[in-house]
């Protein structure tokens, strides 16, 4: 739903908050994959920088 505010959305706090929902759920992704002992993905670009 946040990336979906993000390409679509105009309404400028609501991408605020949907950028920061996406880069707090990729940090807690790393510390789940950390956690289990599973690797991190090679670095991309982010969701949100895709077709910008």
Known sequence: ?????LRHGSNE???RIA???IVEQQQEIAAM?????????PS???PTQ???
């Open 13 to 15: 706090q609501l991408r």
């Open 33 to 41: 994959r950390l956690a289990l002992g599973q690797p991190l993905p």
């Open 50 to 52: 895709a077709g910008r």
């Open 44 to 46: 991309t670009a982010s």
């Open 19 to 21: 950028q920061e929902i």
């Open 1 to 5: 739903m946040a990336l979906a505010e």
